[in-house]
C-alpha cells in the first residue's frame, strides 16, 4: 500500500479514536482500503449537504470524502437515474465509517465464523468480513444485478472472494448454513424469519430496524434453540430501506369526504424531535410513518410533520408549526384519525417515564414480531408475519 493512501486510512482511523473502534476492525479498516470500492463519481453526504465528487476533475475532493465520515452514495433511483444528477432516491452507498464500525463490532465476529450478509451494496463491507472471518466463511446477496456485478469486480480488484448471490436477501441463502453471524445492511421494518431459520443457535443478527416513524435503530438479536430470536435496540442505524419492503408510493385520488382541517395544542415539534425511545413506542404502537420539514414560506419559518398509514397511502396528516401560535392546524385525509393516534401514543410513552431506546426489544419468532418494554413479556406492539 503506498504512503498516500496509508495516510488517509490512518487519517479516517483518527477522525474516529473517540468511538471506541475494536482492534480486530481497526486492522480490517487498514487491510480493506475504502478507496477500492468507491466509483470515480458518487455522491457525499456532508453535513452540509451533498456533494458530487468527482476523481478525475478534482482529485483531492474525492479522496477527502472517500477518507472521511461521510456516507457515499452510489446509485439513485435503482439505476435510473446518472449519479451526476445529485438528486433522486438514494439506493445504495458505502456507508459512513462510523456505522459500518459499529454494526461489525456488535457482531462480534472471531476468525471461522460463518457470516451472511444481506445487501453487498459496493462490496466493502463483504471485504471486511472476509477479512475478519476468512473469505470462505462469508456469504453475501445482493438484490441488484447491476450492484451484485460491481462489487463482484471491487472484491476481486481488492483481493476478497466471498461467496457471492444476486437474489431477494429475505430470502438468505439456505444452501450455505447454518450461520453464526447475520450481518445485515439494508433497512428492515419486518425480520425475515428465514434468518433466523438459517442461523444456529447462539447465532447472532444484527441490523438497522427503520420502523418508519422518527429516527432509525440498531437491532442486536441472539437466536434460541426453540427457533426465536431476542434483542435489544443498543443504538442508532440507518440504511436505505430493503427493495421488498419499501412503503407503496401510489396514492389513490382523494374526494372532499377525505379531507378533514383539526387543530391541535400539542406542538408538532415535540413529536417530531421526540427521543429515539418515543419514536420506538409511538412506531410499535401504532404501524405509522412519520417525516418532519422544517422550512420558512412567505409566511416565515415553520415546521410540518407528516404522518401516514403505510399500508394505506390516503390515509395521512400532517400538523404545521409556526412561531407564536397556541394551537396548531391539523389537514387530515381518510378515515383513520392517525395524528390522534399519534399524540396518544405520545402520551402512553410518557406515561411509562420517557422509557429511552436502551429499555425496549424485540422477539422474533415464525408468526412475526412483538416489540416490548423491559422484558419479553410486556409487548407494546406486535406485527404478524404475512401469508405470502
Given at each position: 500500500?503506498?504512503?498516500?493512501?496509508?495516510?488517509?486510512?490512518?487519517?479516517?482511523?483518527?477522525?474516529?479514536?473517540?468511538?471506541?473502534l475494536?482492534?480486530?476492525?481497526?486492522?480490517?479498516?487498514?487491510?480493506?482500503?475504502?478507496?477500492?470500492?468507491?466509483?470515480?463519481?458518487?455522491?457525499?453526504?456532508?453535513d452540509?449537504g451533498?456533494?458530487?465528487?468527482?476523481?478525475?476533475?478534482?482529485?483531492?475532493?474525492?479522496?477527502?470524502?472517500?477518507?472521511?465520515?461521510?456516507?457515499?452514495?452510489?446509485?439513485?433511483?435503482?439505476?435510473?437515474?446518472?449519479?451526476?444528477a445529485?438528486?433522486?432516491?438514494?439506493?445504495?452507498?458505502?456507508?459512513?465509517?462510523?456505522?459500518?464500525?459499529?454494526?461489525?463490532?456488535?457482531?462480534?465476529?472471531?476468525?471461522?465464523?460463518?457470516?451472511?450478509?444481506?445487501?453487498?451494496?459496493?462490496?466493502?463491507?463483504?471485504?471486511?468480513l472476509?477479512h475478519?472471518?476468512?473469505?470462505?466463511?462469508?456469504?453475501?446477496?445482493?438484490?441488484?444485478?447491476?450492484?451484485?456485478?460491481?462489487?463482484?469486480?471491487?472484491?476481486?480488484?481488492?483481493?476478497?472472494?466471498?461467496?457471492?448471490?444476486?437474489?431477494?436477501?429475505?430470502?438468505?441463502?439456505?444452501?450455505?448454513?447454518?450461520?453464526?453471524?447475520?450481518?445485515?445492511?439494508?433497512?428492515?421494518?419486518?425480520?425475515?424469519?428465514?434468518w433466523?431459520?438459517?442461523?444456529?443457535?447462539?447465532a447472532?443478527?444484527?441490523?438497522p430496524y427503520?420502523?418508519?416513524f422518527?429516527?432509525?435503530?440498531?437491532?442486536?438479536?441472539?437466536?434460541?434453540?426453540?427457533?426465536?430470536?431476542?434483542?435489544?435496540?443498543?443504538?442508532?442505524?440507518?440504511?436505505?430501506?430493503?427493495?421488498?419492503q419499501?412503503?407503496?408510493?401510489?396514492?389513490?385520488?382523494r374526494?372532499?369526504?377525505d379531507?378533514?382541517?383539526?387543530?391541535?395544542?400539542?406542538?408538532?415539534?415535540?413529536?417530531?424531535?421526540?427521543?429515539?425511545?418515543?419514536?420506538?413506542?409511538?412506531?410499535?404502537?401504532?404501524?405509522?410513518?412519520?417525516?418532519?420539514?422544517?422550512?420558512?414560506?412567505?409566511?416565515?419559518?415553520?415546521?410540518?410533520?407528516?404522518?401516514?398509514?403505510?399500508?394505506?397511502?390516503?390515509?395521512?396528516?400532517?400538523?404545521?408549526?409556526?412561531?407564536?401560535?397556541?394551537?396548531y392546524?391539523?389537514?387530515?385525509?381518510?378515515?383513520?384519525?392517525?395524528?390522534?393516534?399519534?399524540?396518544?401514543?405520545?402520551?402512553?410513552?410518557?406515561?411509562w417515564?420517557?422509557?429511552?431506546?436502551?429499555?425496549?426489544?424485540?422477539?422474533?419468532?415464525?408468526?412475526?414480531?412483538?416489540?416490548?418494554?423491559?422484558?419479553?413479556?410486556?409487548?407494546i406492539?406486535?406485527?404478524?408475519?404475512?401469508?405470502?
Open positions: 500500500m503506498d504512503i498516500p493512501v496509508r495516510a488517509h486510512i490512518e487519517r479516517l482511523l483518527d477522525a474516529h479514536a473517540s468511538d471506541g475494536s482492534e480486530a476492525v481497526e486492522q480490517a479498516f487498514r487491510a480493506v482500503p475504502r478507496h477500492l470500492f468507491i466509483p470515480p463519481v458518487a455522491l457525499a453526504c456532508r452540509d451533498p456533494q458530487i465528487i468527482d476523481r478525475d476533475a478534482d482529485p483531492d475532493a474525492w479522496w477527502d470524502a472517500v477518507y472521511s465520515r461521510a456516507s457515499i452514495v452510489t446509485q439513485l433511483d435503482d439505476g435510473a437515474t446518472d449519479i451526476r445529485g438528486s433522486g432516491d438514494y439506493t445504495c452507498s458505502s456507508s459512513a465509517p462510523s456505522t459500518v464500525a459499529d454494526l461489525l463490532q456488535r457482531l462480534e465476529l472471531a476468525p471461522g465464523h460463518r457470516v451472511l450478509e444481506i445487501g453487498t451494496g459496493t462490496g466493502w463491507t463483504a471485504a471486511l472476509s475478519l472471518v476468512g473469505a470462505a466463511n462469508v456469504t453475501s446477496v445482493e438484490v441488484d444485478p447491476v450492484l451484485g456485478a460491481q462489487a463482484a469486480s471491487n472484491l476481486a480488484a481488492s483481493g476478497h472472494a466471498p461467496y457471492l448471490v444476486v437474489g431477494d436477501g429475505a430470502l438468505g441463502c439456505p444452501e450455505r448454513a447454518p450461520y453464526d453471524r447475520v450481518h445485515v445492511t439494508c433497512g428492515i421494518r419486518r425480520v425475515p424469519y428465514a433466523i431459520e438459517q442461523s444456529r443457535p447462539g447472532v443478527i444484527v441490523l427503520c420502523p418508519g422518527g429516527t432509525d435503530h440498531a437491532l442486536r438479536l441472539v437466536v434460541t434453540p426453540d427457533g426465536m430470536a431476542y434483542g435489544r435496540f443498543p443504538g442508532f442505524a440507518s440504511y436505505m430501506t430493503m427493495r421488498a419499501r412503503p407503496q408510493r401510489d396514492q389513490p385520488a374526494t372532499d369526504a379531507k378533514h382541517h383539526l387543530t391541535t395544542r400539542v406542538d408538532p415539534r415535540t413529536i417530531g424531535h421526540a427521543p429515539a425511545g418515543a419514536d420506538l413506542a409511538i412506531a410499535a404502537l401504532t404501524g405509522l410513518d412519520s417525516l418532519g420539514q422544517a422550512d420558512q414560506d412567505e409566511d416565515g419559518p415553520r415546521y410540518r410533520l407528516w404522518v401516514s398509514d403505510p399500508a394505506v397511502p390516503r390515509s395521512w396528516a400532517v400538523a404545521v408549526w409556526r412561531p407564536g401560535q397556541d394551537e392546524q391539523i389537514y387530515q385525509v381518510g378515515d383513520r384519525p392517525v395524528w390522534e393516534e399519534v399524540v396518544a401514543a405520545y402520551f402512553r410513552w410518557v406515561g417515564g420517557e422509557p429511552g431506546r436502551d429499555r425496549f426489544g424485540m422477539t422474533v419468532h415464525a408468526d412475526g414480531q412483538e416489540v416490548w418494554l423491559d422484558t419479553p413479556d410486556q409487548v406492539g406486535s406485527e404478524a408475519r404475512s401469508a405470502c
